[in-house]
């Protein structure tokens, strides 16, 4: 009875991939991929779902770059703002430091 059971099969990404494409295939039955792959019939199932969901959410995103968190934006706005005061800052301290030394 214990040569009946069947042990999940783990597969990589790019093997689930290859199953994906393999079972796209016209002519490919379901049986007949799950049989080559050793997987069963719901981790094919699994596998088609994923790579649709993984599709919906690459074409959701549009093409070309992605946009600019805005809190990123504005954190990037205030250290450029930081950084230029601390800049001036430094800039009077020197000039400071000349005109005590000097004296």
Known sequence: MEDRVQRRK?????????VFVESSRKGATDAEVCRRWGITPWQLRAIRDRVKDGALGALAR???????????????HELERTSRALHELAIENTLLRGKTDGA
């Open 10 to 18: 783990r597969l990589t990404p790019e093997q689930k991939w290859q």
């Open 62 to 76: 549009g093409l070309g770059r992605p946009r600019k968190d805005p809190e990123v934006a504005s954190l990037e």
